[in-house]
């Protein structure tokens, strides 16, 4: 940097040294002057090495000579490029050693020094110079040529060489460009062939320069023209916000606004699935071209490119990777069991073993697909399970050998014992033998019993033994055997009889036995028939038999009860409850009747009606004799007649009536009706001698009761 600095001033020293002549251009730079007026120096040297500063070099300062200068000096401005009349040029920029060129316009001449140079201590050199009016004696009252102006045209005739003193052209600029306004746009003829003015520039119509944006650039095509378009474009990094291009209107005005640059950034980056990347998590914001690295988590390979990179659009671009869990392979079968499930060997699958009925796993049941691709463990085993041995039961043997799963033991026992527990004994899945532990007990029927009414007689009871059985006095056996054997099956061979009481036929009051004697005593189940003597009778059953000792019931001979119900009785009737013994029917007579000797009742008595038999009679009433000085008469339904002091046969609804003779009069009543044998009423009148007249009959029907 510093070799091409130096290099760069030293070819714009040797270029100046063509150019101008003021500068003291000698190979050598010469020795520091002793006359430099009111020029400050720097620090004099011979190398570089003497400046103190790198920033600093050796350099050739005109009158001070070889001095340490700062490269990155700027001299004092220049204000503006324009001078009165004329006009400055810095080249080739503002830095130690550039000269500032002078010019004067047309009609002036150039007073004082045409460069100056930029000094050490920040200074122009010499004094500006200025522009006069070129003074001369107007030897010519004409002028040549019209000055020509770029890209505008003057209102005078073209190609007319000779314009006479004081001849005036107007300017004006060509279609498609412009001029400022407050410029000179007329030339004056001032004779000698000079010409003043005009100090118009034409420069394009359009819109003004566009300045560059931060971070980027802008580019104009065609450059300053109605209808050219500016550009932008960002630097590296930098992506662009807001319209890429913008065009110049026709009234001199760009359209829309500036865009910006800005910085290009990338989002969260693309996540892989069992991966992590090298990023901080909680990073959200990454500057383009940042590069991230992707690994696959434990347990998980990758396939593919792990890398991610932000690039200047802002978009991740990869990792074309994926992350695959590793396979273990098939973990291995095992006999006489099976795998759970049988088909993920992927990392974290797990299987589990399991055995068939009847077998035990032997070793860890389930096996996991590690991180590194290999089963953890060992393939267990699967044993069958075995029960604990068995042995014969004393007095027996066992048939059948074997202990695993599934075998099966049988128990015998000798004769005479029999098992007890479970006579087959299977080795079972929970390592246990089925059922009981068989023993052999001697078979024992026990000694038989109770019997009622009687007793056993035996000594053994075991297999063989014989018991007898025996009944008391006055009872009957009643059994199929009188012995019987103890069975191999534990029971006797027959079962226990029975003793039953016999009973003593019982004598009963006024009765006798039928067939047998009273006294005896008879076998259970005998029947025996009893009968009563003349008039009496059983009043149970007259069979009765032998129960096991006892007789359900014994008899009595009691009065017989009447067989038929009471006689019946003419004009009348009877009244009965009952026709035991000893039960009275009671006799009735219809109206008009009575009973005979008054013997109203029969009484049963030992199975007979007894007593005198009721009769109904026909109930007269007794003849009412005569009426001295006076007549009887019966009244029927053919008139009535005298009524005979012999008649006896006076029936219930007869009537008299009674009469007194001539002179005689009734005292008493004129009547009387004969009502259930006596008369009503009573009493019978009386005829008297009659002193009255005699007085109508007063008589009236008794009323019928
Ligand atoms: C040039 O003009 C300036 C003022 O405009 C004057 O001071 C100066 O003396 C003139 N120089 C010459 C050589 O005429
Ligand atoms: C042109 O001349 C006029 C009048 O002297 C002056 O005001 C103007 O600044 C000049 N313009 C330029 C561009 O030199
Ligand atoms: C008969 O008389 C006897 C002895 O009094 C008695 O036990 C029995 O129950 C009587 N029978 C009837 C049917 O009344
Ligand atoms: C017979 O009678 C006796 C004594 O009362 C009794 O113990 C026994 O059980 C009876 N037998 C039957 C078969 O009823
Ligand atoms: C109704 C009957 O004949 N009863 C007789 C039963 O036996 C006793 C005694 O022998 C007699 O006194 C009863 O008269």
Redesign the pocket.
């Given at each position: 940097m510093t070799g091409v600095m130096y290099k760069k001033t030293a070819i714009v020293v040797a270029l100046l040294c063509n150019l101008i002549y003021i500068i003291e251009c000698n190979d050598v730079c010469g020795e520091r002057r002793d006359n430099l007026g009111n020029r400050r120096c720097s620090k004099r040297c011979a190398t570089n090495q003497d400046c103190v500063s790198a920033k600093k070099k050796c350099l050739c300062d005109g009158a001070c000579g070889l001095s340490c200068i700062n490269t990155n000096m700027k001299c004092v401005d220049i204000e503006g490029s324009?001078i009165p009349h004329g006009h400055v040029e810095i080249i080739p920029f503002n830095q130690f050693g550039a000269v500032a060129k002078y010019r004067c316009?047309d009609g002036y001449t150039l007073f004082g020094i045409t460069g100056r140079v930029c000094q050490g201590d920040e200074t122009w050199s010499r004094q500006a110079p200025t522009c006069n009016l070129t003074r001369h004696v107007i030897e010519k009252q004409e002028c040549g040529r019209p000055p020509q102006v770029n890209h505008a045209h003057h209102s005078g005739p073209r190609n007319v060489m000779s314009h006479p003193l004081g001849s005036t052209l107007l300017y004006e600029c060509d279609a498609g460009f412009t001029a400022?306004k407050?410029?000179?746009v007329r030339a004056w003829c001032v004779g000698d062939g000079v010409w003043v003015?005009?100090?118009?520039?034409c420069s394009h119509a359009g819109c003004d320069l566009l300045p560059d944006i931060p971070s980027g650039t802008v580019h104009i095509i065609p450059p300053n023209m109605i209808g050219g378009r500016a550009r932008y474009s960002c630097y590296p990094g930098f992506h662009l916000v807001g319209r890429i291009e913008r065009t110049c209107q026709s009234d001199g005005q760009w359209d829309g606004s500036p865009p910006s640059c800005e910085k290009v950034v990338c989002g969260r980056p693309p996540e892989v699935e069992h991966a992590s990347h090298d990023a901080p998590t909680d990073q959200l914001q990454f500057q383009a071209g940042t590069q991230l690295t992707y690994t696959c988590v434990f347990g998980y390979y990758r396939e593919g490119a792990p890398r991610s990179m932000c690039t200047g659009e802002g978009q991740w671009v990869g990792p074309r990777m994926t992350c695959k869990a590793r396979n273990c392979g098939a973990p291995g079968e095992i006999n006489n069991g099976w795998r759970d499930p049988g088909y993920k060997f992927t990392f974290p699958s797990r299987v589990t073993y399991h055995c068939n009925e009847g077998f035990e796993l032997l070793g860890r049941a389930f096996r996991e697909c590690q991180s590194n691709g290999e089963w953890s463990g060992i393939l267990p085993t699967c044993e069958p399970i075995e029960c604990q041995e068995l042995g014969p039961p004393l007095h027996g043997t066992m048939i059948g050998s074997g202990r695993t799963y599934g075998s099966l033991i049988r128990f015998v026992c000798n004769d005479g014992y029999k098992v007890v527990g479970s006579a087959e004994r299977r080795c079972q899945a929970d390592r246990l033998w089925s059922g009981q532990e068989a023993r052999c007990e001697e078979i024992d029927c026990g000694v038989p019993g109770p019997l009622w009414n009687g007793y056993v007689d035996g000594h053994r009871t075991t297999v063989g033994s014989v018991y007898f059985f025996r009944c008391y006095a006055r009872t009957t056996f009643d059994g199929p055997a009188f012995a019987a054997q103890c069975l191999e099956t534990g029971q006797w061979s027959q079962n226990l009889p029975k003793c039953l009481g016999q009973c003593q036929v019982p004598a009963i009051l006024n009765g006798s036995v039928v067939a047998g004697q009273e006294g005896v005593w008879v076998d259970h189940g005998t029947a025996i028939t009893y009968t009563c003597k003349e008039g009496l009778e059983l009043n149970d059953t007259s069979e009765i038999s032998c129960n096991n000792g006892t007789w359900k019931v014994i008899p009595r001979c009691v009065p017989a009860p009447c067989k038929t119900a009471p006689p019946q009785m003419d004009n009348g009737h009877r009244v009965f409850f009952n026709m035991n013994h000893g039960d009275r029917a009671r006799y009735f007579c219809m109206e008009g009747y009575r009973l005979r000797n008054d013997h109203r009742y029969l009484t049963c008595n030992f199975g007979v009606w007894e007593g005198p038999t009721p009769q109904c009679e026909e109930n007269f009433c007794p003849n009412p004799g005569s009426i001295p000085n006076g007549q009887i008469y019966k009244k029927g339904h053919f008139g009535k007649f005298i009524f005979k002091e012999y008649i006896v046969t006076i029936k219930h609804g007869d009537r008299l009536e009674y009469e007194c003779q001539r002179n005689y009069k009734l005292v008493g009543p004129s009547g009387a009706a004969c009502v259930n044998g006596k008369w009503s009423p009573p009493n019978r009148p009386r005829c008297i001698p009659a002193r009255h007249p005699i007085l109508p009959k007063l008589w009236r029907p008794m009323e019928e009761q």
């Open positions: 324009r316009d400022r407050d410029v000179v003015g005009p100090n118009l520039t």
